[in-house]
């Protein structure tokens, strides 16, 4: 007779995000419920941040820091242990104010008087106070945003402490990048190896602490540790180490986008010492197959998707088997995540940008995969991005009410590699005949089906955001990288979007292969006029990584490149080197277009020459003079006007 289902705790290790739940946890506790298994969920990012950041954690804060020898302090460190009482006495009511447990005490904060300020405070200098001393953020806040005037200096705050954790105790520590790069692209373990032999700092034993708390509430007999990203690996396998240390016969399960994108060819014995298997892309039908197995109603070569270590040798086993359907993978559930407890941050004053940090969103997806599946610096050959398929409008609708009816909150963030307007015009529709209520945002491709009608419906049904690759922002390379859109079609898609009140952020690229200076140069004078004329209100600028699952890394003759070689290892495999004859200094231009960016979504710098942001880093060299014309987007945006009227 087949054993019961065993017990599943799935765990969010450090770090994800502080504001609201990272959604892995709760679309797998969802869907293995939904199948009739006893799933429950932990967030320990949270919970390692809520206790470090605490009364008792700054108390072992300042004792690690006392052990430090005077020569060796930082400044922030020595600060933190002169001004040690105020941090004691301020945290605690900090951190209820930014979960909305007390917003009286924002008057407190905004007198500058409360919490002691550090370093991270210096940062507010950049913005010009008064000629009558008052206040240098009124320009931001105004008279009456003293709520979010508070949010900002309490995120500072933290910041200034997160310095002092670094400095004094783990300088891997940050709160999102944690220990980021053991696993980055790694072709070796011996660094994650290294670290996790190495005697447990104050954050380790927090960590573990923690972990084992969880374990002793749930009692599961399978722990699932998801690891979205580079700088959550390290956290991950500390808390299987844990495990595994007092309770040998728990299964411990790794997944999660990182290993969907680096360990896809993995041999490394040693990440089998904590971890007993290893599945890769959607959990949903790995998971069912590895539950079968673990009650003796599977045999272990009919597991899905799966690496394991067998004989001292790792084993790929896949089985073949279809995945379930996205219709059917159940509506994600937060039970058991603390949802009153996440933290609003402030640490950007754009109010486009500040929306992954601020505020508690119920994250779904309104479709698996990505409908374009061609732009050639994406991972276009992984399953999460080739394998696409919509919820119809009904069962995505349901799933919103269901999870509004759980959780009382009416924000949602559709997390979609770009999520169709096909289906988005749908939704709307099902929402607005429901009479549902919502506000939500996420990510789509700005392509010309977003005409100002659709614009304006999705508005409607509550869309107060959007987001979406402008990239180079230079017509030759967005061809280049089959983008599907040019400079001009953003820019009526993304105005058609703000006319109907939707803030819009844009995912800006630079150094694409052929990419030069004047490329450079013109893409950031593109980007200025869209800011001028009101198409877009905040970007970010991220550097291309070639990656070995890109069209780029697959076929680099096509794209101009010649590939280094990939270091041989049998862990990490993901971003590539290449060669590029334009021998443009990228990082260099990096910093110019950052620091013209930041001051673009404040306000400043709009009507200026963008070569003055390039000065400082030729040193006095000749700035290229931009081949755009000034009033390029002005023009295009009148086309339009034209065309529709």
């Known amino acids: 007779m087949p054993a019961p289902t065993p017990r599943v705790l799935a765990l969010i290790p450090p770090m994800t995000q502080?504001?609201?739940?990272?959604?892995?946890?709760?679309?797998?506790?969802?869907?293995?419920?939904?199948?009739?298994?006893?799933?429950?969920?932990?967030?320990?990012?949270?919970?390692?941040?809520?206790?470090?950041?605490?009364?008792?954690?700054?108390?072992?804060?300042?004792?690690?820091?006392e052990v430090q020898p005077t020569a060796k302090r930082s400044a922030q460190v020595r600060h933190?242990?002169?001004?040690?009482?105020?941090?004691?006495?301020?945290?605690?009511?900090?951190?209820?104010?930014?979960?909305?447990?007390?917003?009286?005490?924002?008057?407190?904060?905004?007198?500058?008087?409360?919490?002691?300020?550090?370093?991270?405070?210096h940062s507010l200098k950049v913005y010009v106070a008064r000629e009558d001393g008052g206040d240098p953020l009124a320009w931001a806040f105004g008279a009456l945003g003293s709520a979010d005037r508070a949010r900002h200096l309490a995120t500072l705050y933290l910041d200034d402490i997160a310095d002092v954790l670094r400095d004094a105790v783990d300088d891997r520590f940050e709160f999102v990048r944690y220990a980021e790069k053991l696993a980055a692209s790694?072709?070796?373990?011996?660094?994650?190896?290294?670290?996790?032999?190495?005697?447990?700092?104050?954050?380790?034993r927090t960590l573990e602490a923690l972990a084992l708390e969880a374990i002793e509430r749930h009692a599961p007999e399978v722990v699932l540790l998801s690891v979205p990203f580079p700088g959550s690996v390290y956290a991950a396998l500390r808390i299987a180490q844990a495990v595994k240390r007092k309770h040998p016969r728990i299964v411990t399960v790794l997944g999660g986008g990182f290993v969907n994108t680096e360990l896809r060819t993995l041999r490394e014995p040693r990440v089998f010492d904590t971890i007993d298997y290893v599945m890769l892309d959607a959990g949903e039908r790995p998971l069912l197959a590895l539950l079968e197995h673990l009650q003796g109603r599977r045999s272990r070569?009919?597991?899905?998707?799966?690496?394991?270590r067998e004989d001292g040798k790792v084993r790929y086993v896949n089985f073949p088997e279809p995945d379930v359907p996205f219709d059917e993978t159940g509506t994600p559930t937060w039970d058991g995540l603390p949802l009153d407890r996440y933290l609003s941050l402030l640490d950007m004053l754009n109010?486009?940008?500040?929306?992954?940090?601020?505020?508690?969103?119920?994250?779904?997806?309104?479709?698996?995969?990505?409908?374009?599946?061609?732009?050639?610096f994406c991972d276009v050959s992984l399953d999460y991005i080739s394998r696409f398929e919509a919820a119809s409008a009904k069962v995505m609708v349901d799933r919103i009410e269901a999870v509004v009816a759980e959780t009382g909150e009416t924000g949602f963030h559709f997390v979609d590699e770009a999520a169709p307007p096909k289906a988005l015009k749908a939704l709307a529709a099902e929402l607005q005949a429901r009479g549902l209520s919502i506000s939500w945002w996420g990510n789509i491709r700005f392509e010309k089906t977003f005409t100002p009608d659709l614009c304006r419906q999705l508005a409607e049904s509550g869309c107060i955001a959007i987001s979406g690759g402008l990239e180079v922002a230079s017509d030759r390379l967005l061809k280049l990288m089959k983008k599907g859109v040019s400079v001009d079609q953003v820019a009526r898609v993304t105005r058609a979007f703000a006319d109907?009140?939707?803030?819009?952020?844009?995912?800006?690229?630079?150094?694409?292969?052929?990419?030069?200076?004047?490329?450079?140069?013109?893409?950031?004078?593109?980007?200025?006029?869209?800011?001028v004329n009101g198409c877009i209100h905040s970007g970010f600028f991220h550097r291309f990584t070639c990656t070995v699952h890109s069209p780029v890394g697959r076929n680099p003759q096509d794209y101009g490149v010649s590939l280094q070689p990939l270091p041989e290892g049998p862990f990490a495999r993901n971003d590539v080197g290449f060669s590029d004859a334009t021998g443009?200094?990228?990082?260099?231009?990096?910093?110019?277009?950052?620091?013209?960016?930041?001051?673009?979504?404040?306000?400043?710098?709009?009507?200026?020459?963008?070569?003055?942001?390039?000065?400082?880093?030729?040193?006095?060299?000749?700035?290229?003079?931009?081949?755009?014309?000034?009033?390029?987007?002005?023009?295009?945006?009148?086309?339009?006007?034209r065309r529709t009227g």
């Open 186 to 204: 790694q072709p070796t373990f011996e660094p994650l190896a290294q670290a996790l032999a190495a005697a447990p700092n104050l954050v380790d």
């Open 301 to 308: 070569e009919r597991l899905v998707r799966c690496f394991l």
């Open 500 to 531: 109907a009140g939707v803030l819009v952020h844009a995912y800006l690229m630079y150094g694409f292969p052929t990419q030069t200076v004047q490329d450079t140069v013109d893409a950031l004078e593109n980007v200025r006029q869209l800011f």
């Open 80 to 121: 933190y242990l002169r001004e040690f009482p105020r941090y004691a006495a301020t945290v605690d009511p900090a951190i209820a104010f930014l979960q909305g447990r007390d917003a009286t005490l924002a008057h407190r904060i905004n007198t500058r008087q409360f919490l002691p300020e550090g370093g991270r405070f």
């Open 351 to 376: 109010p486009m940008h500040r929306l992954w940090n601020d505020g508690r969103w119920n994250k779904l997806t309104v479709a698996q995969g990505c409908y374009w599946k061609k732009c050639s």
């Open 584 to 641: 443009v200094d990228h990082d260099r231009l990096g910093h110019a277009l950052r620091k013209a960016l930041y001051n673009f979504m404040h306000g400043v710098g709009l009507e200026e020459d963008v070569r003055r942001w390039f000065e400082e880093e030729f040193e006095g060299a000749r700035v290229p003079r931009p081949t755009v014309g000034r009033r390029r987007i002005a023009a295009a945006l009148r086309t339009e006007t």
């Open 18 to 65: 502080l504001n609201t739940p990272y959604p892995s946890t709760a679309y797998l506790t969802g869907f293995l419920r939904s199948r009739g298994v006893d799933a429950r969920q932990e967030d320990l990012a949270l919970a390692l941040v809520l206790h470090l950041f605490s009364r008792e954690g700054l108390s072992a804060l300042r004792d690690a820091a």
